[in-house]
């Protein structure tokens, strides 16, 4: 099997030859592998992606839903900067680097700030550049290529017969961009139609996207929604609420995609087993990262779920950071179970600059040989 034939079996809960494996990385992760032993050339994004490098099976793009206010940095100094990002924020995170990030302002403050500066932003013009790239939507200050560009890239993509995703971000991680999180939850209770406008403006503009994609032959083979709607413990706001507000948006995207024949994935982190029964009923096929300290656990889930929904994920960051050992026995538990489908080998977010780089080696080596190896 080639990637892609890889990642659609496993989807399907139909046994690939071998578990198909990916990894996202922390900014400084690659940094600190380099002192390691990692070759220098090696970059986040292609031509020398990491991904490449460690021959993973899927290739990531990723789309620009936003209003497309300017991104400009306003100050910097040696550890910290502070810029306003086309999404409708401004924020001060490190240079250069993982960590917190301080949300400072966002611009929908009142309805009229939206209908007027906002919403009409919310469009597809053919005539811009494309809202796709192979380089992550996030601290994305270079300029989007133009849609034959965009095209170039994802045929590469396609020659070396990977599976090709495309991340964006879900109605409510787009919406509290620009309008604020704190806000958003405010309105789920006080204004819901205010924020179910905003949502489906975003949705339409998402889906145009994917349309123009789609008829310039930029074709992903998956579509993975960024929604996280997960706390520690629960889901932020009730399952009443998602049903009410969000669930007839994910619907919506899973009938469209599937008029497409596009897999559709979702990354939610925190908590949301409460929401898998209305995940599956929209035709989500594979949840990640299926958080193990937010109480996710893919296996359990799965003797409920399974062939109903797949798993992309669930690798306990603080066990990738801890022994060979420890980490072997949690691979192995989930090659076991998952060897007959189902399960994307995938950290429970991203790999932290702390996990040993020769374990992560170890990691990918066991995982590809698993079937030898018994």
Not at 109 to 126: A, F, G, I, S, T
Not at 233 to 255: A, C, H, N, Q, W
Request: hydrophobic share 35%; aromatic share 14%.
């Amino acid at each position: 099997m080639n990637s892609r034939e890889r990642v659609k079996a496993a989807i399907a809960w139909n046994r690939p030859d071998r578990i198909p494996v990916h990894e996202n990385f922390w900014t400084d992760t690659l940094t600190v592998w380099k002192k390691k032993g990692m070759p220098e050339y090696i970059t986040m994004y292609p031509p020398e992606s990491v991904e490449d490098f460690f021959d993973l099976d899927i290739a990531p793009m990723y789309l620009d839903s936003s209003p497309r206010f300017r991104q400009k940095i306003i100050s910097k100094d040696d550890d910290y900067y502070t810029y306003e990002d086309r999404w409708g924020y401004t924020a001060t995170k490190p240079w250069q680097a993982s960590g917190s990030i301080h949300y400072e302002k966002t611009v929908t403050e009142n309805k009229e700030v939206w209908e007027k500066e906002v919403k009409p932003r919310m469009v597809l013009d053919p005539n811009d550049t494309a809202r796709i790239d192979d380089a992550s939507y996030f601290e994305h200050f270079d300029e989007y290529p133009s849609w034959e560009s965009a095209l170039g890239k994802i045929r590469s993509l396609h020659e070396n017969h990977k599976y090709i995703l495309a991340f964006n971000y879900g109605p409510w991680e787009a919406t509290w961009r620009h309008r604020d999180f704190t806000n958003c939850l405010m309105d789920v209770a006080l204004d819901p139609e205010w924020i179910k406008d905003m949502m489906w403006t975003h949705h339409e503009l998402t889906k145009n996207i994917i349309r123009k994609s789609y008829n310039t032959g930029i074709v992903p083979d998956g579509y993975i929604m960024v929604d996280d709607l997960g706390s520690s413990t629960t889901t932020l706001i009730s399952p009443d609420m998602f049903r009410d507000i969000l669930k007839p948006v994910y619907k919506d995207m899973g009938e469209f995609l599937e008029s497409l024949e596009i897999d559709f994935w979702l990354h939610s982190c925190g908590n949301v087993n409460l929401l898998i029964d209305d995940y599956i009923d929209v035709g989500i096929q594979v949840l990640n990262p299926v958080q193990v300290s937010a109480g996710m656990n893919a296996i359990e889930i799965a003797k409920k779920y399974k062939n109903q929904i797949a798993f992309y994920g669930n690798l306990d960051t603080h066990v990738l950071t801890s022994d060979w050992e420890t980490l072997k026995t949690a691979l192995e538990e989930r090659c076991i179970y998952f060897r007959n489908g189902g399960w994307i080998s995938h950290s429970d977010h991203s790999i932290p600059p702390n996990m040993p780089y020769e374990n992560f080696i170890k990691m990918i080596d066991f995982v590809k040989n698993y079937e030898s190896l018994e």
